[in-house]
């Protein structure tokens, strides 16, 4: 039997085109899943990844062994996307990420070039199958950095393998046993295969009621906005993060010059970093409040309940009506009282100076 497959794809929070595709579909006994994340910085990235996707949407032939069927899927995806940029000047260059497994008779083969991942869920332990090819991953290999430098290293987007060259090399992985074996006749719980672009699964997907939700969170994933100036402020905040968003950098950002709040950090935001920036001369009395805030006076940064993992390193805040970092707490917050307080935080106060130096 076929497990259940989902797939979804997201424009995100900071491009107006989806340069990523999705497949997962059960069929005759078998799951076919796939992912594909074309070259964004590239014109024809969304056309790459689709071509890549409609190779694996066709089914098996009779007889066809699962590596074979991949290598079918990789060939026909590598073919038509050289075809298409050797056709449209416009369009030189373009290439993307492709990913994909067959699982079928309680094994999984898998596939990959560039660095859209594969995963499986075994015992409460994530693992990451495939291999990224990056310069950065393969800087790793080499003893050069470590995994955790690689992951704010500037090769990290860098393709060392695209579908779109006319030489192509495949990582085969397989066959891997994902039904799970029996214990004293009881069967344990099946292993998990999961799909993602070049973010790192933290939390497995848990539920059907909460699938889409949750494969949406994390393809809105992973931002970093550096060198960013804002001034003056023409609205009440200068920078919103959130609400439910994951791993985003603000590195080296000004934020000068305005009546309201610098930077708000909303509900349900996890794994955020503000690093090496200057947030000055800003606070109003009397401001109006966001989402129903009933917090004090405008501060630098304001931190809502419902968030994780917050910190804010080596960044200057001065000149600021209120609190440089406001920790708003759940009963202030009359949209959602409920909430829980913010929570993992961690806060350099070494350049912070105000009128009213002090969190909530």
């Known amino acids: 039997m076929a497990g259940r497959s989902y797939a979804i794809t997201d424009t995100g929070l900071g491009r107006t085109s989806n340069q990523d595709a999705a497949f997962a579909a059960g069929r005759d006994g078998e799951s076919v899943i796939a992912v ?90 994530l693992e990451q199958i495939t291999v990224d090819h990056s310069a950065a991953a393969e800087a790793v290999r080499a003893g050069e950095i470590s995994a955790e430098q690689a992951r704010d290293d500037p090769r990290s987007h860098m393709l060392t393998r695209v579908v779109g060259r006319e030489a192509m090399e495949i990582d085969h992985f397989g066959p891997i046993a994902v039904d799970g074996e029996c214990k004293d006749g009881t069967p344990e719980k099946p292993i998990e295969v999961y799909m993602a672009d070049d973010a790192v699964l933290e939390n497995p997907i848990r539920g059907d009621e909460v699938i889409q939700k949750e494969l949406l969170r994390l393809a809105r994933s992973y931002w970093l906005l550096a060198g960013v100036e804002v001034h003056p402020l023409r609205t009440w905040v200068g920078v919103v993060i959130g609400p439910d968003v994951r791993h985003v950098t603000i590195e080296a950002a000004h934020i000068y010059g305005g009546l309201g709040v610098g930077i708000v950090i909303e509900p349900g935001s996890e794994d955020i970093t503000i690093t090496g920036s200057h947030l000055h001369k800003l606070g109003t009395l009397g401001g109006p409040r966001s989402q129903g805030d009933t917090s004090g006076e405008d501060a630098g940064i304001r931190i809502y309940p419902g968030t994780r993992r917050i910190a804010v390193l080596d960044t200057r805040i001065h000149n600021v009506l209120g609190a440089p970092v406001e920790v708003v707490p759940p009963e202030h917050y009359a949209a959602d009282p409920g909430l829980p307080p913010a929570a993992e935080l961690t806060i350099d106060d070494r350049q912070f100076t105000s009128g009213q130096d002090k969190w909530w």
Not at 38 to 48: E, T, W
């Open 36 to 125: 594909a994340d074309g070259m964004g910085g590239l014109p024809g990235g969304d056309r790459a990844s689709a071509l890549a996707i409609a190779s694996i949407e066709r089914a098996p032939e009779p007889g066809e062994s699962p590596g074979d069927f991949l290598d079918r899927a990789f060939e026909t995806a590598r073919a038509n996307v050289t075809a298409l940029a050797a056709s449209d000047v416009q369009l030189a260059g373009m290439g993307t990420t492709f990913v994909a497994a067959i699982v079928r008779g309680g094994q999984a083969w898998l596939a990959n070039v560039g660095d859209s991942r594969a995963y499986l869920w075994r015992d409460g332990v």
